[in-house]
T-cell receptor
Framework: GNSVTQMEGPVTLSEEAFLTINCTYT??????LFWYVQYPGEGLQLLLK?????DKGSNKGFEATYRKETTSFHLEKGSVQVSDSAVYFC??????????FGKGTHLIIQP | GAGVSQSPSNKVTEKGKDVELRCDPI?????LYWYRQRLGQGLEFLIY????????KSGLPSDRFSAERTGESVSTLTIQRTQQEDSAVYLC?????????????FGSGTQLSVL
């Protein structure tokens, strides 16, 4: 079945540092890939998505590229801000039960 | 409505009591999902409704859990004889289309605490 593995947190960085949160997946077919973000005290919301191999999703300075050859969808940002502190979830679509989510990565950005 | 609405936002109950959680999806969304998020854990799929089809209940952890949905509107998740391990945030999400590659819109969740 479908599964998502993402790096465990918490990940603690200083402001303006480069961010990578790794995500790899196992799936059949050609699913869409997603990153969702959960800011403190708020519900999950879609950050970005990619629907096919080599697509790059981007939003708010974050990027992730759908790599079919390495079954990965790593999240990157060149210069993080304190306001980026949140929990980030990688997710995989196309399954019978809707999206399959990773366990989430807690990101803490220190000023 | 403008977004997915869940109520109550917080629920404290005693072990053995029944609880009912409510979700109002975005109007017109045919798909509705319930997830559970335990402290420090990822999202655990519970149940999926798609239109008028029979729901996929494969994620429900025990027969104490049940869910209903009236047409393409409100859904209720019922937990009978609650146990302490049921303490978690219960999240509802909806999506517009008929595939599972759709963007999900989440509610803010119900924080359930079983004492």
């Amino acid at each position: 079945g479908n599964s998502v593995t993402q790096m465990e947190g918490p990940v603690t960085l200083s402001e303006e540092a480069f961010l990578t949160i790794n995500c790899t997946y196992t799936a059949t077919g050609y699913p869409s890939l997603f990153w969702y973000v959960q800011y403190p005290g708020e519900g999950l919301q879609l950050l970005l998505k990619a629907t096919k191999a080599d697509d790059k999703g981007s939003n708010k300075g974050f990027e992730a590229t759908y790599r079919k050859e390495t079954t990965s969808f790593h999240l990157e940002k060149g210069s993080v801000q304190v306001s980026d502190s949140a929990v980030y979830f990688c997710a995989l679509g196309g399954g019978a039960d809707g999206l399959t989510f990773g366990k989430g990565t807690h990101l803490i950005i220190q000023p | 409505g403008a977004g997915v609405s869940q109520s109550p936002s917080n629920k404290v109950t005693e072990k053995g009591k029944d609880v009912e959680l409510r979700c109002d999806p975005i109007s017109g969304h045919t798909a509705l999902y319930w997830y559970r998020q335990r402290l420090g854990q990822g999202l655990e799929f519970l149940i999926y409704f798609q239109g008028n089809s029979a729901p996929d209940k494969s994620g429900l952890p025990s027969d104490r859990f049940s869910a209903e949905r009236t047409g393409e509107s409100v859904s209720t998740l019922t937990i009978q004889r609650t146990q302490q391990e049921d303490s978690a945030v219960y999240l509802c999400a909806s999506s517009a289309g008929g595939t599972t590659n759709e963007k999900l819109f989440f509610g803010s969740g119900t924080q359930l605490s079983v004492l």
